[in-house]
């Protein structure tokens, strides 16, 4: 059997706001194995961020994990306290945001952010950590190396700021790293490079990998298995191949057709009907129901749930009309 | 045939990005250009959409605020076979392009009251709750602000302002790059239908193939202030002339073949500050041979009709 790097059971975030408790994200469970990129998907406000921030322990307060266990190789660290929590992030957990410029210090060249975040999570020597920042920006694909690691932030472009991001996120060589939007801000030729780079780490050092992204696209590019999220819940779970070609969900039959294709020619896109509801005004049952042609009694009564591969739908879950 | 509705010819717009005069003297640095711009031709048919698509400062935005009269050219010339006052133009930021502190309704109202000063009141009531109704929001809304909309509604709500003055002509600068996919079909199904419905022309502007390939009967495909590329986009996506083309057409991630490995193309694209000789393209071009590090590739009328600007293209039709 794989070994599973990251395990999430029954995760739950919620923010007390005066006007009553907000769930941002509603019992979610999904596991990850060493040297999978897990793809996590969804329009804005489904909760895929607010999953990626609870797991490495960066909720904003209000914000907490209200219940829910988050294993991390056979450690739970959703009850470790701020400062055990630190030593986990950087050297257990990497991350990776969207905007490359506010995860560097602009003041600093990055040859000594690089040897800095090293030197806090290992036992190298000055030069030793030096010569370590060098590797990992010759790995990640930042030519001439030598001459550009006395260089500051604003002297790289996008692409080779997003690669040094990773190169720190590596510093410690950590099970796993969470990637939040990490091409978001890029250009689709740099998107290609920066994806190919993140599965080539994930084959090469068996790092497991959580891909947060709004972007189907890259999903089906690069992730092994995919978690679609709609209003804080999972709605659907399963191989990137089944979810892209097979999906379950209408939601997220409906999220795939409304992506326009690059082969069939259609005179309309497939619409979704509605927006996806406020965290406050989350319907009973299944929160998609009110958009669902499908959508019967149950379905507006009872809340479908996955703790697995499938989908969260009454129709897939019980095949007959609910 | 049909006269073009829109004709952009040698079209030029250079910006002077320059240290302070005081910074040059003492450093003893020149002027600096930015050819956002640099020589380009392109014709639209009325009724029909045109779409400029590349990357980040490939200049496709410069051209749309250059058609729309927002930036005054540096050279060449742009040709509006219509009334100017026919053409309108739907911005990327939903959120930036509406006034916050006005009602929904004076914002529709906005290109009316300015272009027919002397629309009687109850017409331009009239006219808004139709407008509002058109792009699918309730006539009721005219009275809410922008802050009560989603992203969806307010771009819904920028086209409604758009179509205020009964425009022929629209210029859409990446009008869903902003939203989220289904709320992005929900705005690409509203311009198709109204196109079909009123006649109108779009240059639609994008990064997006996929959204431009649904969206436009012609792409143009830009590369550092030039068109290297302009073709009906049947034949774009059927057979692509420019390398670069084809390495965009491979970099898009394909829903329909998931787990693709492939090879990315290095490189990135050079500052446009300090352009590569000849061809702008050389650097990363496999097909770069010593003509295109020299000389600059021109669309020419007998290498595929115009529609590449490549010494390759060009010896692989003579040959």
Same mark, same amino acid.
């Given at each position: 059997m794989t070994?599973?790097?990251?395990?999430?059971?029954?995760?739950?975030?919620?923010?007390?706001?005066?006007?009553?408790?907000?769930?941002?994200?509603?019992?979610?469970?999904?596991?990850?194995?060493?040297?999978?990129?897990?793809?996590?998907?969804? !329009?804005?406000?489904?909760?895929?961020?607010?999953?990626?921030?609870?797991?490495?322990?960066?909720? !904003?307060? #209000?914000?907490?994990?209200?219940?829910? !266990?988050?294993?991390?190789?056979?450690?739970?660290?959703?009850?470790?306290?701020?400062?055990?929590?630190?030593?986990?992030?950087?050297?257990?957990?990497?991350?990776?945001?969207?905007? #490359?410029?506010?995860?560097?210090?602009?003041?600093?060249?990055?040859?000594?952010?690089?040897?800095?975040?090293?030197?806090?999570?290992?036992?190298?020597?000055?030069?030793?950590?030096?010569?370590?920042?060098?590797?990992?920006?010759?790995?990640v694909g930042i030519p001439a190396v030598e001459e550009r690691i006395d260089n500051y932030p604003h002297q790289f472009s996008g692409g080779m700021r997003q690669r040094i991001v990773i190169a720190l996120a590596l510093c410690a060589e950590p099970e796993l790293i969470i990637a939040d939007e990490p091409t978001t801000a890029l250009d689709v030729s740099i998107q290609a490079q920066i994806t190919a780079l993140l599965k080539r780490l994930c084959r090469e050092r068996g790092t497991a990998v959580m891909l947060v992204t709004h972007d189907m696209g890259v999903i089906a590019e690069t992730a092994d298995r995919v978690a679609v999220m709609y209003a804080g819940r999972l709605a659907e779970l399963g191989a990137v191949e089944d979810v892209v070609r097979r999906p379950q969900h209408p939601y997220t039959t409906g999220l795939m057709g409304s992506i326009p294709s690059l082969r069939r020619d259609e005179a309309e896109l497939q619409m979704i009907p509605g927006a996806m509801p406020r965290l406050g005004a989350i319907p009973e049952g299944c929160a998609f129901n009110p958009r669902c042609a499908f959508a019967g009694p149950k379905c507006r009564r009872d809340t479908p749930r996955i703790h697995g591969n499938g989908a969260a739908c009454w129709l897939a879950l019980e095949g007959a009309t609910a | 045939m049909t006269r073009p509705i829109l004709e952009v010819a040698a079209l030029e717009r250079r910006f002077d990005v320059s240290a302070p005069w005081l910074n040059r003297m003492i450093e003893r640095k020149p002027r600096r250009t930015l050819r956002a711009v640099d020589g380009v031709d392109f014709d639209i048919l009325p009724g029909q959409t045109l779409a400029l698509v590349g990357e980040s400062g490939c200049g496709k935005s410069t051209i749309a605020k250059l058609v729309t009269g927002l930036h005054a050219p540096s050279g060449g010339s742009i040709r509006f076979n219509g009334d100017p006052d026919k053409m309108q133009m739907i911005f990327q930021d939903p959120y930036a392009s509406l006034n916050p502190r006005w009602r929904v309704g004076r914002i529709v109202a906005e290109p009316l009251r300015t272009l027919r000063p002397d629309t009687p009141e109850a017409q331009v009531t009239a006219r808004v709750e139709e407008l509002l109704s058109t792009v699918g929001l309730s006539p009721a809304d005219a009275v809410k602000y922008p802050h009560e909309f989603s992203g969806g509604q307010r771009q819904r709500i920028s086209i409604a302002r758009a179509l205020a003055g009964d425009p022929e002509f629209l210029v859409c600068d990446e009008p869903t790059s902003a939203l989220d996919v289904s709320v992005q079909a929900q705005v690409l199904n509203l311009m198709k239908r109204l196109q079909r419905e009123m006649g109108l022309t779009y240059l639609f502007i994008s990064h997006d193939l996929s959204v431009v390939r649904h969206m436009a009967d012609v792409i143009a495909v830009m590369y550092l202030g030039r068109i290297v590329e302009i073709q009906p986009t049947k034949d774009l996506f059927a057979n692509p002339l420019h390398p670069y083309t084809r390495m965009l057409l491979d970099t898009i991630p394909d829903l329909e073949a998931p787990k693709r490995d492939r090879a990315p193309m290095g490189g990135e694209v050079p500052s446009p500050v300090s352009p590569p000789s000849g061809c702008s393209f050389h650097p990363r071009c496999p097909l770069a041979f010593d003509r295109c590090k020299r000389e600059r590739p021109r669309r020419e009328v007998h290498v595929h009709d115009r529609r590449v600007a490549c010494f390759a293209a060009e010896a692989a039709a003579n040959v």
């Open positions: 070994e599973t790097v990251l395990d999430v059971r029954n995760l739950r975030v919620e923010f007390p706001t005066r006007r009553g408790t907000l769930t941002a994200v509603d019992d979610i469970s999904l596991t990850i194995a060493k040297g999978e990129i897990l793809g996590v998907v969804g !329009e804005s406000g489904a909760g895929k961020s607010m999953t990626g921030m609870a797991i490495l322990g960066l909720l !904003e307060p #209000p914000g907490r994990i209200a219940s829910g !266990e988050i294993w991390l190789s056979g450690d739970r660290i959703d009850n470790l306290s701020e400062t055990q929590m630190q030593a986990v992030r950087g050297r257990r957990i990497g991350a990776i945001f969207q905007d #490359p410029l506010t995860s560097l210090n602009p003041l600093f060249r990055v040859g000594d952010q690089l040897v800095e975040t090293i030197r806090l999570h290992t036992q190298l020597s000055k030069s030793a950590a030096r010569q370590r920042a060098i590797e990992l920006m010759r790995e | -």
